[in-house]
Nanobody, 117 residues
Framework: QVQLVESGGGSVKAGGSLRLSCAASGNIFSINVMGWYRQAPGNQRELVANISSGGRTNYSDSVKGRFTISREYAKPTIYLQMNSLKPEDTAVYYC???????????WGQGTQVTVSS
């Protein structure tokens, strides 16, 4: 089992910045890619960004150039630096890591990000 604990989030005005963190513990050798998803009310959960153990990153088109995902391997922990936030970025953000052998998805508890205009 892998536990993912998120921190960060909160409320900010449009144009502002926030930083999310997600720390993994447990059987960390069963995970490679870690990432962030978000879900707004009435919408499906969508990928925001992810990063592999080798440092390869992937971003959704809606956040490219504004968000940056990074990874600290010793812990391991990932971060999502969110700049130039827009009201449409408002959602619950979830940390995610799929098990490399079973494909089972591990999820964090979610953290709310609210951007006001």
């Amino acid at each position: 089992q892998v536990q993912l604990v998120e921190s960060g989030g909160g409320s900010v005005k449009a144009g502002g910045s926030l930083r999310l963190s997600c720390a993994a513990s447990g059987n960390i050798f069963s995970i490679n890619v870690m990432g962030w998803y978000r879900q707004a009310p009435g919408n499906q959960r969508e990928l925001v960004a992810n990063i592999s153990s080798g440092g390869r990153t992937n971003y959704s088109d809606s956040v490219k150039g504004r968000f940056t995902i990074s990874r600290e391997y010793a812990k391991p922990t990932i971060y999502l630096q969110m700049n130039s936030l827009k009201p449409e970025d408002t959602a619950v953000y979830y940390c995610n890591a799929p098990n490399v052998w079973s494909g089972k998805n591990y999820w964090g508890q979610g953290t709310q990000v609210t951007v006001s205009s």
